[in-house]
């Protein structure tokens, strides 16, 4: 078991450049999420997932934002039209499908957008 | 709606001092409570949970959290802190949404522990 792993580890791309990450969760859990953590801030809930089914997505997030996980294994968010408020360290985080179990995290994407 | 305020943004406290993280969350329904830490340069990882049963709960390093329904809190002490302890710690509440579960995480603490 290597943990939770994404990738890039750091990305730094122009103004309305289109970029994507990827998270590859622990194998056997079901829940996977992203979320988005600035500095000083705690982890801004993103989206999750339910095996390959994307349960809930913030309502703070535009429609640039989209995110897939097509067979229940790793998922990929990406962000169409970055803006510099997009800059952000964006966290992945799976969980076995039992409401007390802990969330185990990635190391994140650091999104700089120039 | 849930929802997790982290009272204080900032706590220096000098070393072997007792420390109190405070932590208040609004939720409609049963929820499961949490602290996270992250210590510099490193990930989150769970620090304690409150699941159900007694509402004292403890970590290993030390750190014990109280859950209070009444009050809607879970805040985080340790009698007696260590450099080490120096971090940011997050209070999250997770509670059944449509389909699945969803934790929610509060705006973190940022612990300073002064030699």
Sequence with gaps: DTGVSQDPRHKITKRG??????CDPISEH?????????????????TYFQNEAQLEKSRLLSDRFSAERPKGSFSTLEIQRTEQGDSAMYLCASSPDRPNEKLFF????QLSVL | AQS???????????EEAPVELRCNYSSSVSVYLFWYVQYPNQGLQLLLKYLSGSTLVESINGFEAE????????????????????AEYFCAVSERETGGFKTIFGAGTRLFVKA
């Design chain 1, 17 to 22: 450049q289109n970029v994507t990450f990827r």
């Design chain 1, 30 to 46: 079901n829940r996977l999420y992203w979320y988005r953590q600035t500095l000083g801030q705690g982890p801004e809930f993103l």
């Design chain 1, 106 to 109: 990635g190391s994140g994407t």
């Design chain 2, 4 to 14: 997790v305020t982290q009272l204080d943004s900032q706590v220096p406290v000098f």
């Design chain 2, 67 to 86: 859950f209070n329904k009444s009050q809607t809190s879970f805040h985080l002490r340790k009698p007696s802190v260590h450099i080490s302890d120096t």
